[in-house]
C-alpha cells in the first residue's frame, strides 16, 4: 500500500524557516518525481515544486511564488522528501501535501494526509 | 502560465441526478505528438486530502465508480457525475499537467439539494 506522510509543520513567525518531511512507502521511491502540493485555509490547491527522479538528475522546479526561498530534495537510501522553506510569509499559511507523481505520466496518483504550516507573529 | 477556469463555483443536485462541472484552460493542453490531454480531475472530501479521479481527460482512475466520467479535448473539459451519491459531496478540481507550472483550476463545491 502506498503510504506518504508529512511532517515538520508548525507555528513559524515571518522570517523564519522550517522543514517539512514526507516519509515514503509501498512502492519503489527512487522511480518517481515527487511534488509539493499546499492549500491555504478554505482555498484552492497550488502546485509548490518537483523534484524528479535519479534517471532524470534530481532537477528541481518551483512555482514563482517560493523559487528562491524554498528547496526541495530527496534521499532515495531513506525514501524521504522534504521541503526546506526559508523567508517565511504570512501568505504561506497552508496545508502542505507530498505527492507522488505517476511513473509514466505526470499527474499525481498519491496524496499524503498534509501538515499544516502556520506563519504568524 | 496555463490558467485553469472551473464553473460553476458551486453546484446542489439532488440524489440520484446528473451532476455537471466545467473547466477551461487558457491553452490547449493536448499534446499533438501523442494525441493525450493532460488533464486530470481531483475530489476531495472536508477534511481529506485531494484523490484522484480521473486522468487524460477521460481515464477513470482504478476503483473509481463508473458514475464518474471526464470528457473534452485541446481547452474545454467537463467532469460528470451520472447519479450524484451523497459520499460524491466534495470539492473537485481540474488540474492541468501539460507543462510547468502545474495549474489547478479554483474548484467547485458539489453539494446536495
Known amino acids: 500500500e502506498v503510504q506518504l506522510v508529512e511532517s515538520g509543520g508548525g507555528l513559524v513567525q515571518p522570517g523564519g524557516s522550517l522543514r517539512l518531511s514526507c516519509a515514503a512507502s509501498g512502492f519503489t521511491f527512487s522511480d518517481h518525481y515527487m511534488d509539493w502540493v499546499r492549500q491555504a485555509p478554505g482555498k484552492g490547491l497550488e502546485w509548490v515544486g518537483r523534484?524528479?527522479?535519479?534517471?532524470?538528475?534530481?532537477?528541481?522546479e518551483y512555482a514563482a511564488s517560493v523559487k528562491g526561498r524554498f528547496t526541495i530534495s530527496r534521499d532515495d537510501s531513506k525514501n524521504s522528501l522534504y521541503l526546506q522553506m526559508n523567508s517565511l510569509k504570512t501568505e504561506d499559511t497552508a496545508v502542505y501535501y507530498c505527492?507522488?507523481?505517476?511513473?509514466?505520466?505526470?499527474?499525481?496518483?498519491?496524496w499524503g494526509q498534509g501538515t499544516l504550516v502556520t506563519v504568524s507573529s | 502560465d496555463i490558467v485553469m477556469t472551473q464553473s460553476p463555483d458551486s453546484l446542489a443536485v439532488s440524489l440520484g441526478e446528473r451532476a455537471t462541472i466545467n473547466c477551461k484552460s487558457s491553452?490547449?493542453?493536448?499534446?499533438?505528438?501523442?494525441?493525450?490531454?493532460?488533464l486530470a480531475w481531483y475530489q476531495q472530501k472536508p477534511g481529506q486530502p485531494p484523490k484522484l479521479l480521473v486522468y487524460w481527460a477521460s481515464t477513470r482512475e482504478s476503483g473509481v465508480p463508473d458514475r464518474f466520467s471526464g470528457s473534452g479535448s485541446g481547452t474545454d473539459f467537463t467532469l460528470t457525475i451520472s447519479s450524484l451519491q451523497a459520499e460524491d459531496v466534495a470539492v473537485y478540481y481540474c488540474q492541468q499537467y501539460y507543462n510547468i507550472p502545474l495549474t489547478f483550476g479554483g474548484g467547485t463545491k458539489v453539494e446536495i439539494k
Open positions: 491553452q490547449s493542453v493536448l499534446y499533438s505528438s501523442n494525441n493525450k490531454n493532460y
Open positions: 523534484t524528479r527522479n535519479k534517471a532524470d538528475s534530481y532537477t528541481t
Open positions: 505527492t507522488r507523481v505517476d511513473s509514466s505520466d505526470w499527474y499525481f496518483d498519491y
